[in-house]
């Protein structure tokens, strides 16, 4: 069978890394017509938008997808286009698994943990204005059906892939309308499912706990903005952003990428890792059914990682993202 998927290689770093990806999932041997479909700055003078319609029709009609980064402008020109592509396509959960690779660098060496982070509100909404000259205002809108579906989402991935406890993550004690909803959401959600365990956490906490006692922790469940600050933060713990790989996941369609960005300072010069994108199409081959194939992938990671010979500069090597892609894909 060949699975149709739409592949966005992004700007900066992600071409470069998109490349690398292809070549180690396409010697998987699982057939895979790649539909590439351009998205970001460097299509607004074609389209007038960095997201044109085709690239979510695209996305519809597959219903996988496979993105490197793409920039977002600070402050001004367009937003986020990976917020209006997670919001266009009902894109509601952001999944993101972190888990310690041997011969990687870190403090830590056993971490396990799972961030389930809901990608459609709060304060990335992009509800904020100019109040006055001296007034800006963003508004944080959290529902009770975004919060019950994504706490579901946590509880049924903790089932499937056999996990035992799910933590939900807030600022109940400051925000206690939006961050309180969240919480009672989860909450209720968790009493559907009392093979699970389930607590809660202050986000401040959250990030000591994390730093302190990693292993005390199994799956979070967070709002948006959270999810976002404490992903980089398990990143971090893992190694770095070089080996931290995502999805976004719908009722509709998925898209995978990475957790980090386009790094801009690095683009076209065949150094960054390309780990993470590649650590994404292991999530991708297993969400559409090649299990075998996910796993040789993964395999090959940790073996190449492991050996220490052809790894980028982030795992203290000195080989381009090419030639780490290379032998990864010699392996699988
Ligand atoms: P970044 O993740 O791009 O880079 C931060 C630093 O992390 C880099 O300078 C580099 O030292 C390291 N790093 C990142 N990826 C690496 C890799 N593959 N290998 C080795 N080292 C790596 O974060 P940033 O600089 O804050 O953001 C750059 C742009 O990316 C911004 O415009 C931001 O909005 C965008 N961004 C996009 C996404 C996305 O497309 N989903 C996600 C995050 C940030």
Not at 268 to 280: C, D, E, Q, R
Not at 308 to 313: E, N
Request: proline share 4%; hydrophobic share 40%; aromatic share 6%.
């Amino acid at each position: 069978m060949t699975h149709t998927i739409t592949i966005i290689p992004g700007d900066g770093i992600g071409p470069e890394i998109s490349a690398a990806m292809r070549m180690v999932v396409d010697a998987t041997g699982v057939k895979i017509d790649w539909e590439v479909q351009e998205a970001g700055a460097d299509v607004m003078e074609k389209y007038k938008t960095p997201l044109p319609e085709v690239v979510l029709e695209s996305i519809r009609r597959n219903k996988v997808a496979i993105k490197g980064p793409i920039t977002t402008p600070v402050g001004k020109g367009f937003r986020s286009v990976n917020v209006a592509l997670r919001k266009a396509l009902g894109l509601y959960a952001c999944l993101r698994p972190c888990y310690s690779i041997k011969g990687v660098r870190s403090r830590f060496s056993d971490i396990d943990l799972v961030i389930v982070r809901e990608n459609t509100e709060d304060l990335y909404a992009g509800i904020e204005s100019m109040i006055d000259d001296d007034t800006a205002e963003s508004i944080k809108r959290i529902t009770r059906s975004a919060s019950r579906k994504i706490a579901k989402f946590a509880f049924e991935y903790a089932r499937t892939e056999g996990r035992k406890k799910v933590t939900a993550v807030h600022k109940a004690n400051i925000m206690k309308c939006s961050d309180g909803l969240f919480l009672e959401a989860a909450g209720q959600e968790a009493a559907l499912y009392p093979d699970i365990e389930f607590n809660d956490r202050i986000v401040d906490n959250m990030c000591m706990q994390l730093v302190q006692k990693p292993e005390l922790y199994d799956i979070m469940v967070l709002p948006n903005l959270y999810g976002d600050i404490i992903s980089d933060l398990c990143a971090g713990l893992i190694g770095g952003l070089g080996i931290a790989p995502g999805a976004n996941i719908g009722d509709d369609a998925a898209v995978f990428e990475p957790t980090h960005g386009s790094a801009p300072k690095y683009a076209g010069l065949n150094k960054v890792n390309p780990t993470a994108l590649i650590l994404s199409s292991v999530l991708m081959l297993k969400h559409i059914g090649e299990k075998d194939a996910s796993d040789r992938v993964l395999n090959s990671v940790k073996e190449v990682i492991g050996e220490g010979k052809t790894v980028t500069y982030d795992l203290g090597g000195s080989a381009g993202t090419r030639e780490m892609a290379e032998a990864i894909a010699t392996r699988v």
